[in-house]
Every structure is written in C-alpha cells, then in structure tokens.
C-alpha cells in the first residue's frame, strides 16, 4: 500500500500500523523512530518522501529534535506531492513563562508548531480519527481538490445542510449553482432542490440514474471542484451498487482531477467493492467533508512549492550590542534592515526636548528613554499629541519623576522626542526564539489590546513576503486591514514587507538574540507605508545577565 508511517513513539506507531491495516489500507514503510540516537524523525520522512512507492506521510511526532533536518524534510515531501498528515501531541504553551515581552509570552510551543506545519503544509489532526480519516482519503484519491468549490449531493435535505455547515467551517464555497445548470436539474427532478446542496430525493432509489445526471451537471455547468454524495442507507442495497459505481466511474472518466467521496452505511463486501473502484467511502457525513478540506489544503500546499518568494536580503548589520539598548539605538538597528521607523531624537533634559521638538514641529510624541523599561506607558512614561514647547517640557519633567520614582534603579537615558505617526491602524510585530524551531516571528492588531485578545500568528523565520501575506491573513481580525467602516485599506504590502525583513533580519542575528517587539507598528492607508513608532531588542547577552 502507500501508506507509510514515521511515529516517535513504538506503541503509537504499532497502533497505527495496525489500524491502518484494519481499515483496509496496506502500509508500505514503518519506521517508529526510538529514542533517536542516531537516525530521528526528520531522517525517516525524508526517506517516505524520496520513497516513489510511499503516497501519504502518517506522522507521530512529540517533539523536534533538528530544525533545519525537519524543516528540510517537511520541505522536501511537499515537493515531491507527499501528503504529510500528522498528530503532534503536548498543547501545553511551554517556554512562555517568565517571558519579558509581548512575543515570548504569546508564543507558546504548541503555537509555534502549529505555524510551522502550516508554513510546510503539514496537515494537523487533532484525533485519531482525523488522522486516519485524512491519511485514508490522501491515500486513495486519485487527484487533490483544486479549487475551492465544493459540490453536495444528497437523498436527504437535512444532512446536505449538515455537510453545507461544515463546508463554511472549514473554508469550502458552496456555491449556488447556475441558473442554467439548476434549471437542467430541476427538469429531470422538479420537486428536487437544486441549488446546492442537490436534494435527489429518496427518488433516487427509484431512478438511480438520476445520480449520474446530477453529477454531469454538477461538475460540467456548475465548475465544482470537488463531491460529496451522501446517500444514507442506499449503499446496503446491494442491487443498487453496482449501478452507482458505474455511473460515478464514467463520471470519472469525463471529469478527471475532481474528486467524489461516497458517503453511505455499506455491508463491508459493498464498501469493498466501491474501494476497489478507487472510490473512498465515509458513512459519517461531516468527517467526509473534512477529508475534502484536507485535499484542498493540500492541493493549495503544493501549488506553493514552486512559489518564487525570495527572503529580502540585509548587508551591512550592525552586531547586536551585549548590553540592552534604549528604544532610539533599537529602532536604529530595525532600520538597517528596511523597517520603517519614525523620525525621532534622544534628549537628556525636558528644556533639551522642548527645544528638539521645536525645530521637529509639532505635534511630538514624548517617551522614557531607558533600557530598563521595556513597557513604557505602564508606568505613565510616554505622552501623546504634545503641541507646544511647554507641552513638552511639562510632560518631559513628570515622565522623568515618573520613572525614578516607580523603577529607581533603571538605567535613564533621557527622553526621546519623536515625530507623531500619521493615523494609522497598529500592529504589532515580534520575534522570539524557540527551542525547537529557533527565530519566530509574531504578527497581530491592536497595539496592547493582542496580549488581552492573542489574535496572533506565528512563522518560523526566514520568509518572503508571499508567506508573510498568508500569516497576515490568519489573525481574525484581518478584515481590519481592509476598507471597512470609512476607514481606509491599509498597506498590507509595507505590512508584509516589514514582516519579512524582520524574519531575515532575525536570523541574520541568530543566538545573539533573544526576542523583538515593535509595539507599534503603524499601518498607514495604502501606499502610504508602515513605520515602527517603537521598539524592543533584547540580546541574548546582556548586562546582569
């Protein structure tokens, strides 16, 4: 069979073996990989994808021991057209305690894992069941689902609503069909319901032929990509298979790459019979609409492989200090690698920023400058709109007192006096290193309210500026960034830009650091760009450290 299966744990991957071969399916490697001396899990799925008999991946997996083997590996599958679906055990957000910024503490393990198999296309079930439902359908499909339209035939109203429901859940269109193709319907059935989901009716039973005909308009005036036909009891008459499978055979045959999943209650010789027509049977109607989802997940992730995304390219980086840097000497450090950073200067004394507010213009923005306070406005150390020299030297004295009064032994730099940002919409953007994949990069909206809300993705670094617009698109509250409530569509494309650079300038620094947040990014209408109003770097080395 084309099953093979790469598990960190021997009892796991004998349980799996054994269920894979109890369902029907015929396993060709097994490799369930120990206490990994030498050859680990990487090692093993590298080997399943250059297999050419190997068609799907199943995948147990408690922990990444080699980023760059298993990154590699993962990378390698998807250009071979390797379904790799996986159970990855342990949601627990180990490595967020203690965490001194934004980044680090909504990263949690099992957040960055899930990024990084949606990075690499790895397929992520969340029970036994998904696992083999979608290691199944992987397996005996004859092509993935390659657009995002999916059809639903049904002998009951009810269940098409059901399977419609989880369709939406999941991402697929369900569109309406035609008004011709619905038409064409109707005339063959006129008390069907033909919009899609296709209610056939119990009548089906009685003019079996009636499938084939729904299918033919289904995939040839309706543009579906993809079929469920649910059929309730209909596949226990035996008298009856025979007749569907040859109908959904020559429907095949004149629409190849589109695939079907017959879901009914089957006799095992019948469910037999339908599987060696190369057809995959579910009885369950909303694990057979998952299973679809997988196809087109993978079909989208493949399409990705020859994707020209090209990491941006930094010269001329300044080594991190080994001491921690106030916001001014950090935000210089962004704009070396092509961060947009707002026009700004550091004063030691409130007359000494009054007057470089002065020869600015105002409005200015007035903060604490001090390695030590890594969350200004906590303790009241930054102050906004400020439109006068008195404005300013008045704010500049009580932020001072503020942040002696409140951290007394904080390293002061002084005050850094900063153009205001146009209007715009805040983002906030952060790196932080995991033990298992090492850089993350972090993206979400709202300046502080993402702690509160964590609407956050997560990318294993480097990336280009494709990948940075697909982990933009995760975040829910994503169609903020669009025209929407008389606010202006922002600049998504800066946004990814700075995302990207962010992710090379990450790993250009390596070890040498330990995590960023630019807190706010502000995401001005587009065309206008994207500038960091401020700023963090943490070294890994740095004093009383």
């Not at 599958?77 to 996986?86: D, H």
């Not at 696992?131 to 993935?144: H, I, K, Q, R, W």
């Not at 649910?230 to 095949?252: H, K, P, Q, Y």
């Not at 087109?296 to 200090?321: K, T, V």
Request: net charge negative; hydrophobic share 45%.
């Amino acid at each position: 069979g084309g099953v093979s299966i790469v598990s960190q744990s021997g009892a796991f991957g004998s349980y799996c073996m054994t269920l894979v071969r109890m369902r029907g399916l015929g396993v060709n490697i097994w490799a369930t990989t120990g206490n990994s001396c030498d050859v680990d899990f990487a090692d093993a799925v590298a080997y399943c994808a250059q297999d050419d008999n190997t068609r799907v991946i199943m995948g147990y997996l408690e922990g990444a021991t080699d980023r760059d083997r298993l990154v590699e590996a993962l990378e390698l599958a998807r250009a071979r057209e390797k379904p790799v679906v996986m159970m990855k055990v342990g949601r627990s957000a180990v490595g967020a305690e203690a965490a001194q910024s934004h980044t680090a503490s909504l990263a949690g393990a099992d957040a960055v894992y899930d990024a990084a198999f949606r990075q690499y296309g790895v397929y992520r079930a969340q029970s036994v069941d998904e696992l083999f439902d979608v290691t199944y359908a992987c397996a005996e499909s004859d092509s993935m689902m390659q657009g995002d339209r999916l059809g639903l035939v049904t002998v009951s109203g009810g269940v098409g609503v059901l399977m419609a429901d989880e369709a939406e859940k999941l991402k697929l269109d369900v569109p309406a069909l035609p008004d011709h193709a619905q038409k064409k319907l109707k005339e063959v059935l006129p008390f069907a319901g033909v919009r899609n989901p296709v209610d056939v009716t119990a009548q089906l039973v009685n003019q079996i032929d009636l499938l084939e005909t729904n299918m033919d308009v289904l995939f040839g005036d309706g543009e579906i990509d993809g079929a469920i036909i649910f059929m309730s009891t209909v596949g226990l008459v035996a008298d009856l298979n025979e007749a569907i499978r040859s109908g959904l055979e020559r429907i095949r045959e004149k629409y190849p790459g589109r695939p079907m999943l017959f879901c009914s209650l089957t006799e095992p010789e019948g469910r037999a019979a339908y599987e060696k027509s190369g057809f995959i049977v579910f009885e369950e109607p909303t694990r057979a609409v998952r299973a679809m989802a997988a196809l087109r997940y993978f079909a989208r992730s493949f399409a990705r492989a020859g994707e020209n995304d090209p990491i941006p390219e930094l010269s001329n980086l300044s080594p991190l200090p080994d001491g921690m840097v106030n916001e001014i000497e950090a935000k210089a450090l962004l704009a070396e690698a092509g961060i947009g950073i707002v026009h700004e200067t550091l004063a030691t004394t409130p007359e000494a920023a009054a007057q470089a507010a002065q020869e600015m213009g105002f409005p200015v923005v007035l903060k604490i400058a001090s390695p030590d306070i890594l969350h200004k406005s906590d303790i009241g150390g930054v102050a906004l709109d400020l439109r006068s020299v008195e404005d300013v030297r008045a704010a500049g004295a009580r932020i001072l007192k503020l942040a002696s009064e409140k951290i007394p032994d904080a390293r002061i730099d002084g005050l850094v006096v900063a153009e205001q940002a146009a209007p715009g919409l805040e983002a906030i953007l952060g790196v932080t290193h995991d033990p298992a994949f090492g850089p993350v990069v972090m993206f979400g909206l709202g300046g502080v309210f993402v702690e509160a809300l964590e609407d956050v993705s997560f990318r294993v670094a480097p990336f280009g500026p494709a990948e940075a617009h697909r982990m933009i698109d995760e975040i829910r509250s994503r169609k903020l960034l669009d025209a929407f409530r008389g606010a202006p569509e922002r600049d998504i494309d800066a946004l990814a830009d700075a995302l990207a650079r962010l992710s090379a300038f990450a790993v250009h620094h390596g070890a040498a650091l330990e995590t960023i947040d630019v807190n706010p990014l502000i995401v001005g209408a587009s065309g206008q760009g994207a500038v960091a109003a401020d700023g963090v770097i943490i070294p890994t080395k740095r004093r009383g450290h």
